[in-house]
């Protein structure tokens, strides 16, 4: 796996892949800045090495050029967190395009215009990707969050670059965090599933019963494996069609050694509302009108033993509707739990999704090892595939 460290930048131009597809306000300014700040490493050290960054990235979903997707509005928060002055250009390919890069000194950096405005880019069209390539020597990807696109600047590029082409320091560790749960980390390995269904993590969970010796079920998903077993769910979050898949799972759990642990008891509520009457039940004797929301005190304590135990931890997916305070509390508990494990020397990756704005809202971020930033790319990767953006480094 080729890494920044295998090349020596000096007097070279890196053209990186980046993620800036940041969040901005009406008046186009940056909300969070994190994809930005979690860039700044690899430029920082291809700067310090002599060399200069061509950034290039995509922002929103624009149809053509539509001037409120410019990467234009991002230029000043970008020099803000590099400390960097950034010349911006108004295309990303073509003669101005090549001319800014040909002009570009040791120790500069140059943002291109929103990749996505051409819409080549996303059509992963081979001429815009040789076109992209003209522009630096040695090809970077440090786009997690687009890793699982075979777009022109994620993948289709690298063929440019023959072996002048490796991972920024972002997507290394991405790549090492994601490894060391599915491969290398120490045991026990405990993978926390919540979220709202079980049909979204079907492929997660199939894959992850042959990495791991634990497995938390929690959130909605809970009551569709409750319901198979014969329990009373009232009226919470249930797939019927998927009841027999739960019942199979918990086959392949055994056969497989994994220890499964679902929820004992929860918090239940008379409606969807966070000022509905709420009341702590049995998992499995829910009477109609009710509905669990949140894991109960019995739940916690027991999820809470179970992660200390272990020595690797991946948690995605809430294990209540967190969004509403009455039912965070399971969600919280669970990050203290997890966050405890970490300070005793555990590996905790926490990634995809909502687990990670639950992470972000309760102040977890830097209490657990790794929080990735990819949601899409991190759940293709735990669903065991091989994200087209990596793999074509790796060729
Ligand atoms: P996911 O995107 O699959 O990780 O699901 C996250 C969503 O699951 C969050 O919006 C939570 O509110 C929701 N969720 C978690 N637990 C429950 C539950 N017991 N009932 C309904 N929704 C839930």
């Not at 509707?321 to 969600?331: D, H, L, R």
Request: charged share 25%; aromatic share 6%.
């Amino acid at each position: 796996m080729k890494t920044l460290n295998d090349f020596n930048f000096n007097n070279k131009k890196a053209l990186i892949r980046v993620d800036f597809n940041v969040p901005l306000n009406d008046k186009f300014e940056v909300t969070d800045a994190t994809r930005i700040v979690s860039a700044k490493p690899t430029i920082i050290k291809i700067l310090e090495d002599g060399g200069s960054c061509i950034l290039m990235s995509h922002l929103g979903r624009p149809k053509g050029v539509q001037e409120e997707f410019s990467l234009k509005h991002i230029v000043n928060k970008v020099e803000d967190i590099l400390g960097v002055e950034v010349k911006f250009i108004e295309d990303c390919v073509g003669p101005t395009a090549e001319e800014a890069a040909q002009n570009l000194n040791p120790g500069e950096i140059l943002l291109l215009e929103n990749l996505r405005f051409h819409d080549e880019e996303k059509q992963g069209d081979k001429n815009f990707a040789e076109a992209l390539s003209k522009l630096g020597d040695i090809f970077v990807n440090d786009a997690f969050g687009t890793a699982h696109r075979a777009h022109a600047s994620t993948t289709i590029i690298a063929q440019f670059f023959d072996q002048r082409k490796c991972f920024g320091n972002l997507l290394a560790q991405e790549i090492d965090s994601i490894n060391k749960v599915m491969k290398t980390g120490e045991k026990p390995v405990l993978a926390v599933l919540g979220g709202a269904k079980v049909s979204s993590k079907i492929t997660i969970i199939e894959n992850i019963l042959d990495k791991v010796d634990h497995l938390i079920i929690g959130g909605g998903m809970t009551f569709t494996f409750i319901k198979a077993q014969g329990g009373n769910v009232g009226d919470s979050i249930c797939e019927d069609d998927k009841m027999e898949l739960a019942i199979d799972i918990l086959k392949q759990a055994k056969e497989k050694n994994v220890q499964i642990h679902l929820p004992v008891d929860v918090l239940a509520a008379n409606a969807f509302s966070n000022d509905a009457d709420t009341q702590i039940m049995d998992v499995d004797k829910i009477p109609q009108g009710w509905q669990g929301l949140d894991a109960g005190p019995r739940s916690k304590a027991h999820f809470h033993d179970v992660v200390l135990q272990c020595k690797t931890i991946l948690w995605n997916g809430p294990l209540g509707v967190f969004e509403m305070e009455t039912f965070a509390n399971g969600t919280i508990a669970l990050g203290n739990s997890i966050a405890e494990a970490t300070k005793n020397g555990a590996f905790s990756l926490v990634g995809g999704g909502d687990s990670v704005a639950a992470v972000k809202q309760f102040g977890f971020e830097n209490k657990v090892s790794y929080v990735s930033t990819g949601g899409g790319a991190m759940l293709e990767s735990l669903e065991g595939k091989t994200l087209p953006g990596i793999a074509a480094i790796l060729e």
